[in-house]
């Protein structure tokens, strides 16, 4: 135990495994919010669709269930394919660099099965929860306010502002770019 590079390897190994509990959260995380902003702009983009299918007499569940089973099958694949190249292509790369700088034996990898399926299953449950809370709160306006664009954001003043000297000498594109 007091000889350095095994001291340094227990040290690397401790390190490893403090961001191998983090690493995968992080990737689960930046995912989930690509795939939640995703569908929101998939529904917003799709108002007029879906106020014209509301005028149209089509229930609102079956309005609903359109983006719902496209949040199912996106999140199903991804999942099976993050999963699958993920899980042997990182533990390989890092356990190369590591025969780099330490003499080791190969690796066996291990696939937890457990914690792919609740991986897989949790980010699938959340994609279809926020696509139909967000298709739903489309719904709640009338199929005339759904047909037309929806109405910009007021734009909130920046710093700038209220320093007249310098935002009066802005351009156009610059004020827009600040804001």
């Not at 999942?79 to 190249?85: A, D, N, P, Q, T």
């Not at 609740?118 to 699938?124: A, D, K, R, W, Y």
């Amino acid at each position: 135990d007091s000889h350095y590079s095994t001291a340094m390897y227990d040290g690397n190994a401790q390190q490893m495994g403090k961001i191998g509990a983090v690493f995968p959260m992080l990737f689960f995380l930046v995912a989930a919010l690509v795939c939640m902003t995703t569908m929101k702009r998939l529904v917003d983009e799709e108002r007029g669709q879906i106020g014209v299918f509301s005028a149209l007499g089509f229930s609102k569940n079956k309005i609903i269930s359109k983006y719902v089973i496209y949040a199912l099958l996106a999140s199903v694949i991804g999942s099976l394919i993050g999963v699958g190249s993920g899980i042997p292509i990182f533990p390989n790369v890092i356990y190369f660099c590591w025969k780099l700088m330490y003499d080791l034996p190969e690796a066996y990898l291990y696939l937890p099965a457990s914690s792919a399926i609740i991986g897989c299953l949790s980010f699938t449950v959340l994609m279809v929860v926020v696509t139909y809370c967000v298709a739903r709160s489309s719904l709640k306006e009338m199929p005339s306010q759904l047909m037309r664009p929806k109405a910009p954001k007021k734009a909130k003043k920046v710093f700038l502002e209220n320093i007249p000297f310098i935002w009066n000498r802005l351009s156009f594109t610059s004020k827009v770019t600040a804001r």
